[in-house]
Every structure is written in structure tokens, then in C-alpha cells.
């Protein structure tokens, strides 16, 4: 999340902007709340001040570690798709093995 308002005209609506990791744009939220808008922004804000805290007593080591966890996942979600089509493609060669 980039950026984070409640509306001043309206109490029940809040938005936020952020960035879609995977297609690396960014993307408006809006949302109409039962509760006062203001309230959330506020909780949404100290969130981002703990947040920047734990990451500043790590050294920044939390942020690398997480993009290396994704970095693995996805490598990981690869191996396994093209470990399902070369099993397909060995069973399709039994198959034609046993027709022969």
C-alpha cells in the first residue's frame, strides 16, 4: 500500500492505492464502510509505522528474506508444472509402448 485517505466530505469511505506485484501496476481500492472511515486509515497508518519499525530493527533483512521466499515459491510452482507435463508425457509413451 502506497497511499491510504479517508474521504473528509463522506465518513464511511476510505481508499488506498498499491502495486500489484505481478503485473506491476498500481491499483485504487475504494471502500464504503459501515464504521467511520477516519478510524481505518488511522489503524491502516500505525500498522505502517510498526511495520517500518520491525523492519528498521531487522536492517532490512526481513524485506530480502521475503522476496527470496517468493522467489522460491514461484520457481517451486514452475518445477511442479513441468514436473505434471513430463509425467503426462511419459505416460503417453507407455501408452504408445504397449500399443506397439
Known amino acids: 500500500i502506497s ?3 479517508d ?3 463522506d465518513k464511511r ?3 488506498f492505492i498499491c ?3 505481478e503485473s506491476n501496476k498500481h491499483l485504487c481500492y475504494v471502500f464504503d464502510s459501515e464504521k467511520c472511515a477516519e478510524e481505518i ?3 491502516i497508518g500505525q500498522a505502517f509505522d ?3 519499525k520491525k523492519f528498521l530493527e531487522s ?3 526481513d524485506v530480502e528474506t521475503r522476496k527470496q521466499i517468493g522467489t522460491l515459491q514461484k520457481r517451486i510452482q514452475e ?3 513441468e514436473n505434471s507435463e513430463l509425467k503426462k508425457q511419459l505416460l503417453d509413451l507407455e501408452d504408445q509402448l504397449m500399443i506397439t
Open 3 to 5: 497511499f491510504c485517505a
Open 79 to 81: 518445477l511442479e508444472t
Open 19 to 21: 502495486k500489484d506485484s
Open 59 to 61: 536492517g532490512g533483512k
Open 7 to 9: 474521504d473528509k466530505t
Open 50 to 52: 510498526l511495520a517500518y
Open 41 to 43: 486509515t488511522l489503524t
Open 13 to 15: 469511505i476510505f481508499t
